[in-house]
């Protein structure tokens, strides 16, 4: 099957650990970034979307936690059994460890539209997505922007970048706007 869309979320300093933890914002560096976006991301009321990628990266790490929706039995609501079954290695879901510069290169090959989500973008609604090939890679930082350097690797300079306008939100937040939209859309 293939995606209609992929999150990616860059974390600069969210770790994965190698066993359960019982406080993850603070065991992890913000890891529960990268969980809450991944659980907004492949989540549609009780169901999981199946046309959904999601890719979070853990900088400190170099670790890419792949959640696959076509494969995943089923998407937990909380960030804990989330990490359970990333730690599992359950079915849809698979961890590895990776330069940027070979996470480029792996999403070069996925990516038809690459979208940087940013509150210094283009209004979302003058960006007409209907148009865009698909998939629709759209990168997003966790609780913080994603570093220059890691911009440059990316090669996000060359990405349209859009915003939701003058409100901040929270990672999760914004992955859950635009699958609204999209859903609309598309």
């Known amino acids: 099957m293939k995606y209609s869309r992929v999150f990616i979320v860059i974390s600069p300093t969210a770790i994965v650990p190698k066993k359960p933890v019982r406080g993850i914002a603070s065991t992890t560096h913000r890891l529960d970034v990268i969980l809450r976006s991944a659980i907004s991301a492949l989540s549609q009321g009780n169901n999981i979307r199946r046309d959904v990628l999601f890719i979070g990266y853990a900088s400190k790490s170099n670790t890419v936690i792949e959640l696959r929706g076509n494969e995943l039995e089923k998407i937990p609501s909380s960030e804990i059994e989330l990490l359970h079954l990333i730690l599992k290695r359950s079915k849809g ?6 330069s940027l510069s070979e996470l480029k290169n792996y999403l070069r090959n996925l990516c038809r539209s690459i979208i940087y989500l940013r509150e210094d973008g283009e209004l979302i609604d003058k960006v007409n997505l209907r148009s865009l090939p698909k998939p629709l890679c759209l990168f ?7 570093e220059p350097r890691q911009e440059k690797i990316l090669e996000l300079d060359k990405a349209i970048r859009i915003s939701l306008g003058k409100v901040s939100y929270m990672t999760y937040q914004c992955i859950i706007i635009i699958n609204r939209l999209l859903d609309r859309l598309l």
């Open 93 to 98: 879901i698979k961890v590895h460890t990776s």
């Open 140 to 146: 997003l930082g966790a609780h913080i922007d994603i």
